[in-house]
Structures are given as C-alpha cells and as structure tokens.
C-alpha cells in the first residue's frame, strides 16, 4: 500500500472512531470517501427480527435533489430484494423514463448489511441520473456496507451492555434483599426452635426461673417475627410502589398532636412538649404521615424513656419542617450513616428490639411526599430527627 | 476433665441457649461475640470444640475459621443457615470439621457437639506395626503423627481418620458410603460433599500434585483407594 493511500485511510478511520454517534461515524465516512464514491442519498433499512419488516434506520440526502427530502421510500424495493436474495442489487432505471425528471432515472445500488453474521438489512445508494455504478465504485460502496454493519453491531452491544449491567446491579439488590430477610427472619425462628426444644428435652431440668427465661424469650420472638413480617411486607408494598398514597391537605400540626396523645395514652410517663410555629396544611397522606410519627415517637420510647420529647414544627422557604428532639442515649456517629438503611439496628448490648425496618419505612413515606428525612444526634447528649416536607406537590 | 467449648456468636440470646444446653451436658462453656474476641480466648487456654456462627453480618465467621486453621486444629462447628448450600462448602473447604442448621433443636445440637467431639479422639491402635509407609508417606500410628518426605504433616482429626481408612484397607476400593459411614457416621451416609471436600484437602497436604494423586485415588464411579505399595 502506498504512504499516501495509508495515510488517508488512516485519516478516515480517526475521525470515525472520534464519533461517539453511529451515524455522525457514517456520515465522516461516506464524506471522506465522496471523492470516490459519489451518490446522491444514501439510506440504511434493518430488519425488525420480529415483525420482519424493514425499517430506515439512517437516511441522508447529499447530493441533487436534496430538496426532495431524505425520505427513504425510493430505496424500499431493492432493500427487500437484498434482504431476501441475499445479495448485492443493482437496479438500472426504467427505460422508458417515467417520474419527475431526474427522480425518475434513479440508479440504485443495495448492499446487504450483516450483524453478527446474520443479513440483518440492507444499505442503499441512489444516483438520480447516473452515472452508472463502475466496479470501482461496487468495491467502495461494499466497504461502506462493511463499517456500517461494524457501526450498527456496535451501537446495539453497547445498548445491550448497559441493560445487562442494569438488570445484574437489580438482581445483585434482590440478592441481597432476599438473603437478608431470611437472615432476619430465621433469627426469631432459630430462637423459637432452639429454647423450646431446650424445654422438651427429656434429659434434663430446668430449674422454674430458666423455664420461665426460656418461655419468654419464646413469647418475644413471637412478637419479633409477627412485626418483622408486617413490616417487610409493608416495605415491599412501598418499594414496589404499589402502596397507594392518598393525598390531600393535611395539618401537620393536627396531626403530630393525634399521634403524641394517642402514644400518651399508652405511655402516660412520656413528657412531650409541643413548639409550634404556624404553618400551611402540606399535600400528603395522612394515614402513611401519622405512620412516620408513630414510629419516630416508639423508638423515643424504647432509647430516651427517661427523657422530654420535642416536637417542632417550622415554616422553612417552601417546605414545613417538623423535628422530634430527645435527650436520650444518643446514637454514635459512626452508626448514623447507616440509620435509615432496610434491617439496619445499631449494634449494642440490649438483646434487639427493633425490626430495622422502621426508619427504613418512614424514609419511604417522606421520600413518596416529596421530602427528606435526616436525623443529627450526640451519644449521651440525644438525637433529633428532622423531617421536611413541601408544602406544594409537585405532580 | 470436661471437655471446654468455645461459642463464638453476635447475639447474646445465642450464646445463652447454646451455653445453658452445653452445661446440663457437664461441657466447660466460654463465649467470644466476634472474631478478635474469639481468638485471644481461644489462645488463652485449652479448648476442645469452636461453634462458630458464619451467618453474623458483622464478624466474619468464615475469616475467624480460616485463621483458626493456620495455626490449630481444633474441632470446629459451624452454625450456617438451612438451603445455604454455599455457606456449608465454603466453611467445609475452610477447615470446619462439621456444620449444624439454624434453626436446630436443643438435642441436634447436643448430638452433634458428642459426634464431633468423639471423631477427634485419636482412634486406638490395637496389635499394629507402629509404623505405616506409603511411597514418601509416613504413618505412626502410635503418634498419630503423619510425615511425607519426611517433612511432618498437620491433619485435622478428621483428616488423620479419614487417612487411616486407606493405610488399613491398602490396595481395596473404599467406596464413598463405606467412608462416610466409618469416619462420620451413619447419619453422614449420603453426604458426599464432606467426603469430597476432606479428600480434597488431604491430597492438597499429602500430594506432590493434588491433580495427580498418588496416595489416595479415586475410582470413577467405584470409590477411592490407596493403590498397594510396589514390592
């Protein structure tokens, strides 16, 4: 090959592999080459595998006529020959010259594309009065053939590429989803099986204060699993969306004050102290609302018994923000990243209350309003959870 | 002397329920709640038996067990999760002697405690030569040391029974039921994975080449043998 034949191939090779865009490759190509292969359009029909009908899938119009639009009927027939002899076509205008001028002396040249070794559709030159296509010109319009079946394949693995890794970065979450509740759920059970079998071995004798240990760790975990259950289906109805969310104005004020004297009633010992400011109703669905309370409310109960429970309520810019603030034990700042994360509990000494589903569900409640939910909290010092949530719905 | 276990589990109410069982059995009980723990209990005083939990989120069991088994043999139990077929190979082919299923039942757990520990009693050698040889592979029975190329090998209880199954029935085929059967138990009879995973490790130890065994070789089909020595 003569240096100068290699250098432009290499020129035109560069500047195909600069265009991100299949197309935009195409186009640099067949502008590179136009000074040997001339054509007035040019245009690319696929084969839909499954309808297996041909679609244009690139049409350009470079040359006379460009006026006449880049639409791709002309080329339709041949592309169906191509495609169903599998071979080159080349179809000299009708003799007799009917059509609108030059449109009618139409000299088309087909070419069949492959991908992935399968004649998947066809690419279509036409020179609209000629001339006629030389050998030359064959050989050149085959190597266009050739880099836009290289061009298409390669735009399609790149599409299938980011679905795979979609679909595998989805399975690896409901891998992990799955391996984790039958973690959670066999811990209860593990329980259950293991203390009542200890009480009906007949080798030995618990002595009456073990049995009634025994028994009641039984009972708790009882009580884990039910919640547990409960809260992962209500997880899952909320990760799948499919819970429903009924919106309508809603005082939030009002319905802190339901939730707190409701939670008093069954803790009468628990001191809250209300400090609102007004504010407008909010969009939202009361029912899944007073849900986030309740829960933020219980876990005050079960870490900051002993201490005086804030709620406030402020009007910040466009949003409402409630805080529940405690001056309980604390939650160390090493845990705090992980607090709202599906079955997180932070690790400590107290056999576990908790389904590590509440925060978790309550970040899905305020996210499907639209809001946030964040907490700042000092060991030893107390927490305090924040909660905000537009006053306008953006639908 | 009473046999002392180590519980290595997260969840206190684990510990409990394994701890209040092993003692009505006269078992010393010491407990560790993660991996740092478990080995500096371990490396303070003798211990006869490790249940070690890999379904913890936090310790890595399955890390603890492999380091246990640089530097000791000592029985080691498993507690995995029942269909997590994965988790039961991986602590076999990292040295667990043996694994029990969460959720178990007080007395599946006593029993594979006894099991265990009685597999990890060197078996008594009756009227035997004391010394058995095999190409460069050397037995002492009356030891129970095993050398090859005169370089001394480390073998779990496990693996020193499992090999003594083919120095005593040299040049027969043994096959996979027959050795579950004598080394495990009857109850293990089926249980191919933990033949598969012991001979695998045995070769790694006894082999020049693992993929090409000369000790112990396996009968597709049949079982496996320790080939008779050439006279």
Not at chain 1, 29 to 34: D, M, Q
Not at chain 1, 101 to 108: E, F, N, S, V
Not at chain 2, 49 to 71: K, N, S, Y
Not at chain 2, 167 to 193: M, N, P, Q
């Amino acid at each position: 090959m003569d240096a100068a034949t290699l250098s432009f191939l290499h020129g035109v090779f560069q500047e195909m592999q600069q265009k991100q865009d299949w197309k935009a490759a195409l186009d640099a190509l067949f502008a590179s080459l136009r000074g040997s292969f001339v054509f007035d359009n040019a245009a690319i029909y696929l084969e839909d595998p499954l309808t297996q009908k041909i679609e244009v899938a690139y049409a350009r119009a470079v040359g006379r006529e460009k006026t006449a639009g880049a639409d791709a009927a002309w080329g339709e027939s041949v592309a169906n020959d191509v495609i169903e002899k599998k071979q080159m076509i080349m179809q000299a205008p009708k003799q007799d010259g009917v059509g609108k001028g030059r449109l009618g002396l139409a000299h088309l040249l087909g070419l069949p594309l492959y991908l992935g070794f399968q004649l998947r559709g066809a690419l279509v030159f036409v020179r609209f009065g000629g001339p006629e296509y030389s050998e030359e010109h064959i050989q050149i319009a085959s190597l266009h053939a050739f880099w836009a079946s290289a061009l298409i394949e390669r735009n399609e693995l790149q599409k299938a590429r980011a679905e795979l890794n979609s679909v595998q970065s989805q399975m690896r979450l409901q891998d992990d989803f799955v391996s984790t509740i039958s973690h959670e759920l066999r811990t209860p059970l593990g329980f259950i099986k293991g203390y009542s079998t200890s009480l009906l071995r007949q080798d030995t004798v618990w002595d009456a204060a073990t049995q009634r240990e025994f028994l009641t760790i039984i009972d708790e975990e009882s009580d884990r699993l039910a919640k547990l259950i409960e809260d992962m289906l209500e997880s899952a109805r909320l990760h799948s969306k499919t819970l429903q969310f009924k919106f309508s104005p809603v005082r939030v004020d009002a319905l802190a004050r339901d939730v707190a004297t409701r939670i008093h009633t069954h803790f009468p010992d628990l001191k809250i102290v209300f400090d609102f400011q007004p504010t407008p109703p909010i969009q939202g669905d009361g029912t899944r609302l007073s849900q986030v309370f309740e829960n933020l409310l219980g876990n005050a109960i079960k870490y900051a018994s002993n201490s005086e429970l804030v709620i406030a309520l402020r009007a910040v810019a466009d949003k409402v923000r409630v805080t529940v603030a405690d001056h309980g034990e604390g939650i160390s700042a090493e845990y705090l990243p992980f607090l709202f994360e599906r079955f997180y509990r932070v690790p400590g000494e107290r056999p576990v209350a908790g389904t590590g589903l509440g925060l978790y569900i309550c970040k899905q409640i305020i996210m499907a309003h639209h809001g946030n939910i964040w907490v700042e909290s000092a060991l030893g010092k107390g927490s305090t959870f924040f909660i905000e949530l537009p006053i306008e719905q953006k639908i | 002397m009473a046999k002392r276990i180590l519980i290595v589990d997260d969840e206190p109410r684990y510990l409990r329920l394994l701890e209040a069982n092993l003692r009505t059995e006269g078992y010393e009980v010491v407990v560790a709640q993660d991996g740092v723990q478990a080995l500096d209990v371990f490396s303070a005083q003798p211990i006869d038996l490790i249940l070690l939990d890999v379904m913890m989120p936090r310790l890595d069991g399955f890390g603890v067990c492999q380091r246990l088994r640089e530097f000791s043999n000592v029985p080691i139990v498993i507690l995995t999760a029942r269909g997590e077929e994965q988790d039961r190979v991986r602590g076999l082919d990292l040295g667990a002697d043996d694994y029990l299923v969460k959720p178990f039942s007080a007395t599946e757990l006593l029993a594979r405690v006894r099991t265990v520990l009685r597999r990890a009693q060197p078996p008594a050698e009756v009227g035997q030569a004391r010394f058995f040889t095999h190409d460069n592979l050397k037995i002492d029975f009356a030891r129970a040391e095993v050398w090859v190329s005169d370089e001394p090998v480390s073998l779990s209880a496990t693996e020193y029974r499992l090999l003594l199954q083919f120095a005593h029935h040299i040049g027969k085929i043994l096959s996979s039921e027959e050795l579950l059967t004598s080394v495990w138990g009857v109850e293990y009879k089926t249980d191919k994975e933990i033949l598969w995973v012991s001979i695998a490790r045995l070769r790694q130890k006894l082999e020049e080449d693992a993929h090409s065994p000369r000790h112990i070789v396996t009968r597709s089909g049949l079982g496996y043998l320790m080939p008779p020595n050439e006279t």
